[in-house]
């Protein structure tokens, strides 16, 4: 498995102003699309391409495109709603596909109460939104169900990550014959006793779109 770890200043000055905890939902939704557009940027560095032959106004040239069958982005609702904006400025043409995941606040254990996705991913990078990756619990789920549905390759991108969220993904997926990236636009310190992510920004769901 591949991590990422955004180092980049724009980064950090956005993920500076999104964990105050003064700013405002719609400040923190313009921040979280802008901060995905970014890491979108490195998400997709290995997203396939095919050679295709161009005549420009001067001449003929050869360029590259996006492969067929197209990549498929999948936000995790619902915090990852939030990301999708910001994913598909850079992948437009993208089919988008939607896993309904929550996390039980005592237990910190995940489970699927939805999802939307095309039932067959063979061929497919498939980018799965998730803003943070605290105990892993939620995308090493979302790992299997992508994996056995036949994802090809799979990126993950998360606004924050914790040190025991990487390391659970990473020791689940050591053997995996599927390509697992995570790219994430910082690692934090720890995780706190209620699966908080330290220092963090608080419940990204709750501060993206209210409590509910
Ligand atoms: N989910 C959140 O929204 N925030 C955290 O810190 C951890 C999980």
Same mark, same amino acid.
């Given at each position: 498995?591949?991590?990422?770890?955004?180092?980049?200043?724009?980064?950090?000055?956005?993920?500076?102003?999104?964990?105050?905890?003064?700013?405002?939902?719609?400040?923190?939704?313009?921040?979280?699309?802008?901060?995905?557009?970014?890491?979108?940027?490195?998400?997709?560095?290995?997203?396939?391409?095919?050679?295709?032959?161009?005549?420009?106004?001067?001449?003929?040239?050869?360029?590259?495109?996006?492969?067929?069958?197209?990549?498929?982005?999948? !936000?995790?609702?619902? +915090?990852?709603?939030?990301?999708?904006?910001?994913? /598909? @400025?850079?992948?437009? =043409?993208?089919?988008? &596909?939607?896993?309904?995941?929550?996390?039980?606040?005592?237990?910190?254990?995940?489970?699927?109460?939805?999802?939307?996705?095309?039932?067959?991913?063979?061929?497919?990078?498939?980018?799965?939104?998730?803003?943070?990756?605290?105990?892993?619990?939620?995308?090493?789920?979302?790992?299997?169900?992508?994996?056995?549905?036949?994802?090809?390759?799979?990126?993950?991108?998360?606004?924050?990550?914790? !040190?025991?969220?990487? +390391?659970?993904?990473?020791?689940?997926?050591?053997? /995996? @014959?599927?390509?697992? =990236?995570?790219?994430? &636009?910082?690692?934090?310190?720890?995780?706190?006793?209620?699966?908080?992510?330290?220092?963090?920004?608080?419940?990204?769901?709750?501060?993206?779109?209210?409590?509910?």
């Amino acid at each position: 498995m591949k991590v990422h770890v955004a180092n980049h200043p724009l980064v950090s000055h956005k993920l500076t102003v999104l964990r105050d905890e003064r700013t405002d939902s719609p400040t923190f939704r313009r921040l979280v699309e802008e901060l995905v557009t970014l890491l979108a940027y490195e998400a997709t560095r290995q997203v396939r391409t095919i050679e295709v032959e161009i005549t420009t106004p001067v001449t003929k040239t050869k360029g590259q495109k996006l492969a067929d069958p197209r990549p498929v982005v999948v !936000p995790i609702l619902r +915090a990852g709603l939030g990301m999708l904006e910001g994913m /598909s @400025k850079l992948l437009p =043409t993208a089919e988008v &596909g939607f896993l309904g995941m929550v996390r039980d606040e005592k237990t910190l254990e995940a489970s699927t109460y939805a999802n939307r996705l095309p039932e067959d991913l063979s061929g497919r990078h498939v980018f799965v939104l998730d803003p943070m990756l605290a105990t892993g619990g939620t995308l090493i789920m979302a790992f299997h169900y992508l994996i056995d549905l036949g994802a090809t390759d799979i990126t993950a991108v998360c606004i924050l990550s914790a !040190p025991e969220g990487i +390391a659970a993904v990473e020791k689940e997926f050591k053997d /995996s @014959k599927v390509p697992i =990236t995570i790219v994430t &636009g910082a690692l934090d310190e720890k995780l706190n006793e209620h699966g908080y992510i330290v220092p963090g920004l608080g419940d990204a769901g709750d501060r993206l779109y209210g409590v509910v």
